[in-house]
């Protein structure tokens, strides 16, 4: 009996073991079938780009793949290029941080007094609704046209994200849980660990995403109405020169340092919410 049970028992590990190898192959087939497929696609538009730059694309404008690839390298090779992605970057970080913060308190604070968020809230959507890139000006007058005025703009636009996603968020907090919390003998710090921060995490990642572009916009913004560098001051000189393909090499470093910004962040959010217990919860098969 012992040896049978044994046998069935070897044998249902053998099949689980064997599932979970055909899921992951399929998940790998998966995963390489999107990457081959980015892959031409990317390269279906670098041809078009090239055949059709000149005879039916104007050059001047649209320039070629191969002439951006050799501006790109340039730009990289060269002390100056390197200077302005540099002064970029840490206008971007600087902005992005500040403005996190300043979001983070705003919202925790008007979310949890309900009074000062009656008061505050018609006061910051007035000043939300006026375009960042319109304050720029006031900005440059303030701090001058050095990283702070770019700062300050990033930091603006990114503030009001992150307020919103928080203030709501406080705001959709079921009462129900916290009373739960309260009633079984909990304090601030449970409600806090056991309701309020698991509410929070999805909109406050998702605002942290959202800001991330809004910063480089800022930035490049305040670059492109005064600077004497950074990677909006290179397109902005690139366009007034004409010079299509340095203009083409300025826009792959801003997308680059989109995209490093994103995956930063995206691993921050699963690392963060799988530590919360909020990950993603896939439903198991029908075999499993």
Sequence with gaps: MVTATSS?????????????????????RSTALVVVLR??????????????????????????????????????????????????????VAGFGIGVAIGTVMGLVL???????????????????????ALAPLFLLFFGIGPLSKITIAAMGVAFVVFY????????????????????????????????IP???APFFAALKTGGPLAILGVIGGEFIAST??????????ATNLDAPTEFAGLIVLVAMTLALNGVLTALDTYALK??????????????
């Design 39 to 92: 892959i031409a696609v990317i390269a279906l538009v670098l041809g078009l780009w090239q055949v059709m730059s000149g005879s039916v694309l104007p050059e001047y404008a649209v320039s070629k793949p191969t002439d951006v690839s050799h501006a790109l390298w340039k730009l990289l090779g060269s002390s100056a290029g390197w200077t302005d992605i540099k002064t970029t970057t840490f206008e971007v």
């Design 111 to 133: 979310g949890s007094v309900p009074l000062m968020g009656r008061v505050f809230e018609p006061l910051i959507a007035a000043l939300n609704g006026i375009p960042k890139i």
């Design 199 to 201: 509410t929070l995490a």
């Design 275 to 288: 530590r919360l217990g909020l990950g993603d919860r896939r439903p198991r098969s029908q075999g499993a």
């Design 8 to 28: 069935v028992e070897s044998k249902t590990e053998v099949k689980v073991a064997t599932r979970k190898r055909g899921v992951g192959s399929d998940a790998w």
């Design 229 to 238: 560098e950074g990677v909006g001051h290179q397109l902005f000189t690139a």
């Design 165 to 196: 996603n928080i203030y709501l968020g406080l705001r959709l907090r079921e009462r129900e849980l916290v009373e739960i919390v309260q009633v079984m003998g909990g304090r601030r710090h449970h409600v806090l660990s056991y309701v309020t």
